[in-house]
């Protein structure tokens, strides 16, 4: 995929269409994987850049949300079709959206308005709102446990907070970090719940308990744009300001104070 005089902030792939879809400063671009080489689809969500996307694991929907505060959700069985506007509650720009895998009529975004909002796709207004972080959230993951739903949040204030979303509160701040929290991921097969910093570092923790069970120094300095795991596996894909590291963790009860590091691109 070329995309020629725009910045790209985000990008997916919907396996199941074989697609790639990427948000840029002027707009959603759909392409077909890189063999085929076909542009589906290309159109502008709004004049401020789109910031995220996320896919609906079921449904033909992908959200999208902008600078100005602004999420949209899109229906690719009706020609990309903006279906539902969700507006006039984040007072600034929407960082990070991400559907909640065991309640997909339901997604939660972050904001450099400090807050977090959950939502329902079956009303433009948010459900209900998480407010304790003191700067700008920039990330969130939902995970389980003891059958309870959560979510961790990253923030610019140098904590990342985990989120009790029956309870609707904060449960716990961890506080380790020297540097904002850039990048949160929640393992889909191990209890573990990894942090990425601006700094570089990566932490991992339990999601059962909640302490820090490793740390890993790979690229010290280069921020952590991304984090991803290959399916049924201990390893993980960590993005890096010009590098792509791969790293097995242990699934015991105690994670590698270092990790198992693979190989870096």
């Not at 700008?136 to 990253?154: A, M, W």
């Not at 105690?254 to 190989?263: A, H, N, P, V």
Request: proline share 3%; aromatic share 10%; with cysteine.
């Amino acid at each position: 995929m070329q995309i020629q005089k725009s910045h790209v902030d985000c990008i997916k792939f919907i396996a199941r269409k074989q697609w790639f879809v990427a948000g840029s400063s002027d707009g959603i671009h759909v392409q077909e994987e890189a063999i085929k080489k076909k542009k589906i689809q290309r159109f502008r969500a709004r004049v401020s850049s789109v910031t995220s996307l996320a896919v609906h694991p079921t449904k033909p929907y992908v959200l999208s949300s902008s600078y100005g505060g602004l999420i949209k959700l899109w229906d690719w069985d009706k020609g990309w079709e903006c279906i539902t506007t969700f507006e006039g509650e984040h007072s600034d720009v929407v960082c990070q959206l991400a559907f909640n895998p065991n309640d997909t009529s339901s997604f939660a975004s972050v904001s450099n308005d400090r807050t977090i909002k959950v939502w329902g796709l079956d009303s433009p207004k948010s459900h209900y709102t998480l407010s304790g972080h003191s700067d700008n959230v920039k990330c969130l993951d939902f995970f389980t446990r003891d059958d309870g739903q959560y979510l961790i949040t990253g923030s610019v204030d140098n904590t990342a907070k985990i989120w009790d979303l029956q309870k609707k509160t904060c449960i716990l701040t961890l506080e380790v970090f020297r540097s904002p929290v850039i990048y949160v991921f929640s393992h889909p097969n191990l209890p573990v719940l990894i942090t990425g910093t601006r700094n570089g570092i990566i932490y991992l923790w339990s999601s059962t308990d909640f302490r820090l069970r490793g740390i890993l120094n790979i690229l010290r300095g280069a921020d952590v744009m991304g984090l991803a795991c290959l399916m049924e596996s201990r390893r993980v894909v960590i993005g890096q300001s010009h590098a792509i590291s791969i790293v097995d963790i242990d699934d015991e009860e105690t994670i590698g104070s270092k990790g198992d590091f693979e190989s870096s691109i």
